[in-house]
Every structure is written in C-alpha cells, then in structure tokens.
C-alpha cells in the first residue's frame, strides 16, 4: 500500500499547513504550476516526489521535472499532466493518451478547482487536487491524499 499526497498550482507558495498534511504519506505527487524550485527542493526534502511542469513553470523547473507523466504504482495505471481538463472536457492531447489504453487514475490541475470524479466512459478516475497555493482566483488552498492498495484506490482526504 501506498499513500500519496496530491497537490497542484502552488504558484511559488508552500502552505506550512500543507506541509503537515504531507508527512504522512509516502510520496508526494505535484501537478504542475509549481512557480519555484525552491517549492520543490522543500517537497523532495519531506518525501519522494512525481511532478510535471505548468504553464508558469520555467526552463529550471522544466529540466527537473516532466511535461507529463505516465507510471504503474500498486497496480494502477497512472496519467498526470497540468493541462488536462476532466471527464467530457479532456484536452485533445489527453484524448489521444487515453485512445489506446485510458488510465485508471488520470490527474490534472491548471483550473484551480478541486474534482474528483469518476469517468464512466474511461472506467477511470479523475482527481484534479485544486489549488494548493495563494496566488490565483481560488478562494481556499486545497489538496488530496489518497490510499493506493492492489489496484484499490481509498481513503480520499481532502485538505
């Protein structure tokens, strides 16, 4: 079993808030927008960390992370990428990921809303972890984590 935290759009800022909500998961999952590395130097120093780069992310942040991500974990087929939209919105690139063999898990971020839906057509879920730092339209800084086990995906916590 493994417990992920999820979080997307910190915008250069990390929460101390967000930052206890973390310890106790195995790895940390970023969805883009991150804004500063320093945001991700802090993030590896809490855990190991999965990441791809947002449309504010620079050339720096682009070298250590990727534009999109596709991994196995537990079982579960896993698909992240920033700009994705959700289920009867996806992206035209994600609906081309998704053509040959859709995920079990898709995550994005980029909207700032949190959403967590499943996709009855795609027999996948979508978690989009919202916003987890200071800066944009949202009102409240939000995150996920989440319980992989055997292909079982649980315990869905929302900060």
Same mark, same amino acid.
């Given at each position: 079993?493994?417990?992920?935290?999820?979080?997307?759009?910190?915008?250069?800022?990390?929460?101390?808030?967000?930052?206890?909500?973390?310890?106790?998961?195995?790895?940390?999952?970023?969805?883009?927008?991150?804004?500063?590395?320093? !945001?991700?130097?802090?993030?590896?120093?809490?855990?190991? !960390?999965?990441? !791809?780069?947002?449309?504010?992310?620079?050339?720096?942040?682009?070298?250590?992370?990727?534009?999109?991500?596709?991994?196995?974990?537990?079982?579960?087929?896993?698909?992240?990428?920033?700009?994705?939209?959700?289920?009867?919105?996806?992206?035209?690139? !994600?609906?081309?990921?998704?053509?040959?063999?859709?995920?079990?898990?898709?995550?994005?971020?980029?909207?700032?809303?949190?959403?967590?839906?499943?996709?009855?057509?795609?027999?996948?879920?979508?978690?989009?972890?919202?916003?987890?730092?200071?800066?944009?339209?949202?009102?409240?800084?939000?995150?996920?984590?989440?319980?992989?086990?055997?292909?079982?995906?649980?315990?869905?916590?929302?900060?």
């Amino acid at each position: 079993m493994k417990k992920i935290g999820l979080i997307s759009d910190t915008h250069s800022y990390l929460d101390s808030e967000i930052i206890e909500f973390l310890n106790d998961v195995d790895e940390i999952w970023h969805a883009g927008d991150i804004g500063d590395e320093k !945001v991700l130097e802090k993030l590896k120093s809490i855990k190991p !960390v999965r990441a !791809v780069y947002g449309n504010i992310d620079d050339s720096n942040i682009q070298k250590m992370t990727k534009y999109s991500s596709r991994f196995t974990i537990e079982g579960v087929d896993v698909f992240m990428i920033h700009i994705g939209g959700y289920p009867g919105k996806y992206s035209p690139e !994600v609906q081309n990921e998704f053509k040959s063999a859709p995920p079990n898990l898709f995550i994005s971020g980029h909207s700032h809303i949190l959403k967590i839906m499943f996709d009855k057509k795609n027999n996948l879920l979508h978690i989009n972890p919202g916003a987890a730092g200071k800066y944009g339209w949202h009102k409240f800084i939000t995150a996920v984590k989440f319980d992989i086990d055997n292909t079982e995906i649980k315990n869905l916590l929302i900060f």
